[in-house]
Every structure is written in structure tokens, then in C-alpha cells.
């Protein structure tokens, strides 16, 4: 009587450890991309000129995104978003860095608002790699005046485009070490790296970034912990910044204030000169 009482513990422990997994191991895509098809907002909203750009990817597909110059500037975006939502639920950070007097490239990636297809890990590089492109070819922009942003899931899409591009600086934005290090964090009791479908290995792709790094992470973040920011930002090549703000994973940059916007004011400030006395040097 008692080894059936365990036999039926044991495989009662076993159905509640096995059907999570296996629910987390079929639903894993819809957990990392939420995308918002719906485009209903604009720079325009705002009061702010901008360019409606689509773009074709080498596998074929169309994707959106928005062109904002801002007047006199001297660097330009490249924008890769989180992975919920899509370009018009950026438009707070957009107004930020048009005050700021830096122009913004933001696309979505395919499956993501009005582009085409359905995300997968190697096509959202793909996607980052078509915009940067789209930014040297169509626009003329030296590389040399790009700075990739990275936001949360965009965060390891940026590390891996500024891997094997040149640009002035990339900069992440409340980013995780990697996708399996997200999952072992919230899924202990899971043998997380056996069954993870995607690698998203932002702290390998950061080795092999040899620009300025700027890090941006608060402690309060809900979603991704403060530890992975101060992790990237120990492996990162050097030069690099390291800026502690405040708030939630998703309004950290509102809420942070001025925190905030002197950090991206100083960054800017220093790759100007940065960029100076390497044309002075002939480097």
C-alpha cells in the first residue's frame, strides 16, 4: 500500500513537472515575439518630419520602418525594439533622441507591424543587418556616424549586427546576457539549455564589438535583472560606459528623467570628440 501511495506521487510530480516544460518548449515563440500588427500612430503625432521607408530583405520580404532626421545631427540611430509591440509604441523614445538633435532609424522586424513574414532568430538579424544597409547604401550615412541601439530583446539584434559592422557605438538598453541565461533564471527547475530553442547570445556578440559600449540598465527592472547588464557591461571591450537609471523595464528611460537624456547628451558629446581626434590622428 505504501509503494503505491509513492508510485502515484511519484508520477503526480512527474505530470506537474512534465507539462509545463513541454507547454514551455511548444510555446516558446509565442512567449519571445509579441508583435502588434496595428500601426495607428506616427512621428507626426509628435510634430516630427519623418521618412516611411520598406525595405527588402535578402530572403524576400518587405519590412517597415521610419526615417527621422533631426536638424544639424551629427549621429544617426539604428533602433532595434524589444520584442513586444512595434515601432509605434517607441514613439516616447523617438521624441527623446529628436530633442537631443540625433536622428532615428527604427524598423520593425518581419511579422512586427506592417513588415512581412513571422520573426524567427536568424531573421531578425537579418532584419537589422537589411536596415543598417538600407542606412549606408540608400541613405549615404558613414558608418562611422551610426550608433546601434538595442532595447531589451533588441539588445542581443544589435550586439550581433555590431559584430560585423562598423559603427561609432552601440549602446543596450536594459539587455540580457543571453536567451538561456533569461530561461535559467526564471525556470531553474528546468533543464532550460537542453530544450531552448533560441540562443539570442548577446554576451558572446559582445566580445567581438570593438566600438565604444555604452550599458544602460536600472536596478528595478521587472523583466530583465539588473545582474545581466552589469554582466555585459564586464565583458565588453573597452571603451566603455556603464549607466545606472531607475524605474521598470518598460518606462526606465521616461521615468529616469534627466538621468536619462544626460547620459545620452555625455555619450554623444564624447563620441564627437572621439570621432575629431581620430580624423585629426588620420586614424
Request: charged residues 20%.
Amino acid at each position: 500500500m505504501v509503494l503505491k501511495v509513492l508510485f502515484w506521487i511519484f508520477m503526480l510530480a512527474v505530470v506537474l513537472y512534465a507539462v509545463p516544460a513541454v507547454l514551455l518548449f511548444l510555446l516558446q515563440s509565442k512567449f519571445l515575439y509579441c508583435p502588434v500588427k496595428n500601426v495607428f500612430y506616427n512621428p507626426n503625432e509628435l510634430g516630427i518630419d519623418y521618412e516611411d521607408v520598406t525595405m527588402q530583405t535578402t530572403d524576400g520580404l518587405l519590412l517597415n520602418g521610419w526615417y527621422i532626421p533631426a536638424p544639424d545631427s551629427q549621429f544617426t540611430i539604428l533602433f532595434c525594439h524589444g520584442n513586444g509591440g512595434n515601432i509605434m509604441h517607441r514613439l516616447d523614445s523617438i521624441n527623446i533622441f529628436y530633442k537631443l538633435g540625433i536622428s532615428c532609424f527604427i524598423f520593425d522586424y518581419r511579422g512586427y507591424g506592417k513588415s512581412q513574414g513571422k520573426p524567427t532568430e536568424n531573421g531578425t538579424y537579418i532584419d537589422a543587418m537589411t536596415a543598417y544597409q538600407w542606412l549606408t547604401e540608400e541613405k549615404k550615412i558613414d558608418p562611422n556616424n551610426i550608433i546601434v541601439l538595442g532595447k531589451s530583446l533588441g539588445g542581443s539584434i544589435a550586439a550581433e549586427l555590431a559584430s560585423k559592422v562598423p559603427a561609432a557605438s552601440i549602446v543596450l538598453e536594459s539587455a540580457f546576457t543571453s536567451y538561456v541565461d533569461m530561461g535559467r533564471k526564471f525556470y531553474w527547475y528546468l533543464p532550460v539549455k537542453y530544450f531552448a530553442k533560441y540562443r539570442y547570445a548577446t554576451i558572446d556578440y559582445l566580445k567581438n564589438i570593438k566600438c565604444p559600449v555604452m550599458i544602460i540598465h536600472s536596478p528595478e527592472d521587472n523583466v530583465v535583472p539588473y545582474e545581466f547588464g552589469r554582466r555585459l557591461f564586464v565583458e565588453a571591450n573597452g571603451p566603455k560606459e556603464f549607466v545606472e537609471i531607475s524605474g521598470s523595464h518598460n518606462d526606465g528611460f521616461l521615468t529616469s528623467g534627466d538621468v536619462y537624456i544626460s547620459a545620452w547628451r555625455n555619450w554623444v558629446n564624447y563620441l564627437k570628440k572621439r570621432r575629431e581626434k581620430s580624423q585629426q590622428t588620420g586614424a
